[in-house]
């Protein structure tokens, strides 16, 4: 018998553990506990090495705590081919501690490249949905959708991003609206029937949020921005829909790097901090 559809995995999640949080995993060298890269080299598989310590620990403290656990491939990619290695034991502890995985790639080509693209993130690496960039048009993403069925897996395309330089091109306006909400459009027309194409929604602009969940209403949103980057949990209420489904909610820095490098307690405050956030996020959702 086939598993459940991507979005009801994932609201089944977000019911049973209790919270929309998701934890992303990007690890960085300079931040990792003193304890950690005292164990291995400074080089590019000595620090896939930690980034395998790190992350599984992170996971073995948090991940049953969490709906979703996201890895940021680039800083797995930047370490070469063990960096390969890492990511792919991140993934498998994620699946372990029952989390669902989101491949935080944001790939973006067409034809045979997207289809690539696509079974590696599925079929090789196995996770349950990746980030999916739009601007190459509707030949860009299909290949994904395609990819994702075939696995009963979802993907998230990007729709509104948190960062500063977002409006550049986001902001356009086309046809007397902006270029974001075009985007949106084709998101729901993807996600109907199906529920598996998310969209990434970042918690910087909380009032374009909240236009955007009425423009895809059944659509799940990913939202960046929460906690180290300023997005606050008041911030990323428009998300949910009414019955407090709809949203999940990432930090990344702001749940594996509460610490200074040398701090002896570093286990201690990942766990409190993943604790506040998904507190926090509790008291907002509908």
């Given at each position: 018998?086939?598993?459940?559809?991507?979005?009801?995995?994932?609201?089944?999640?977000?019911?049973?553990?209790?919270?929309?949080?998701?934890?992303?995993?990007?690890?960085?060298?300079?931040?990792?506990?003193?304890?950690?890269?005292?164990?291995?080299?400074?080089?590019?598989?000595?620090?896939?090495?930690?980034?395998?310590?790190?992350?599984?620990?992170?996971?073995?403290?948090?991940?049953?705590?969490?709906?979703?656990?996201?890895?940021?491939?680039?800083?797995?990619?930047?370490?070469?081919?063990?960096?390969?290695?890492?990511?792919?034991?991140?993934?498998?502890?994620?699946?372990?501690?029952?989390?669902?995985?989101?491949?935080?790639?944001?790939?973006?080509?067409?034809?045979?490249?997207?289809?690539?693209?696509?079974?590696?993130?599925?079929?090789?690496?196995?996770?349950d949905s990746v980030t999916v960039n739009p601007y190459l048009?509707?030949?860009?993403?299909?290949?994904?959708?395609?990819?994702?069925?075939?696995?009963?897996?979802?993907?998230?395309?990007?729709?509104?991003?948190?960062?500063?330089?977002?409006?550049?091109?986001?902001?356009?306006?086309c046809d007397g609206r902006p270029l974001y909400q075009h985007v949106a459009g084709a998101v729901n027309d993807w996600n109907r029937g199906h529920g598996d194409v998310g969209a990434v929604v970042g918690a910087t602009h909380p009032r374009e949020l909240a236009g955007l969940r009425g423009l895809m209403p059944d659509v799940w949103f990913l939202v960046p921005g929460f906690g180290a980057q300023g997005g606050s949990a008041a911030d990323v209420t428009g998300a949910f829909r009414a019955d407090g489904l709809g949203a999940i909610i990432n930090s990344s820095r702001g749940i594996t790097y509460p610490f200074h490098p040398d701090d002896p307690a570093w286990e201690e405050k990942i766990v409190a901090a993943t604790q506040r956030a998904i507190a926090e996020l509790q008291s907002v959702m509908p």
């Open positions: 018998m086939s598993r459940p559809a991507f979005n009801e995995r994932l609201a089944e999640l977000v019911r049973t553990r209790g919270n929309p949080l998701c934890v992303g995993i990007d690890p960085r060298w300079e931040l990792l506990p003193a304890a950690i890269r005292g164990r291995h080299d400074n080089t590019g598989e000595g620090h896939a090495h930690a980034f395998t310590e790190f992350g599984l620990h992170v996971l073995d403290l948090v991940g049953h705590l969490v709906p979703v656990i996201k890895p940021q491939s680039a800083f797995f990619e930047a370490c070469g081919p063990a960096g390969f290695t890492a990511q792919a034991a991140i993934l498998k502890r994620a699946a372990e501690v029952g989390a669902l995985t989101i491949l935080d790639s944001k790939r973006g080509d067409i034809a045979s490249t997207a289809t690539a693209y696509a079974q590696a993130s599925f079929a090789v690496w196995g996770a048009g509707q030949d860009a993403v299909e290949p994904f959708i395609a990819a994702a069925r075939e696995v009963r897996g979802g993907l998230f395309v990007l729709v509104r991003t948190s960062n500063p330089g977002s409006g550049l091109f986001q902001n356009l306006t």
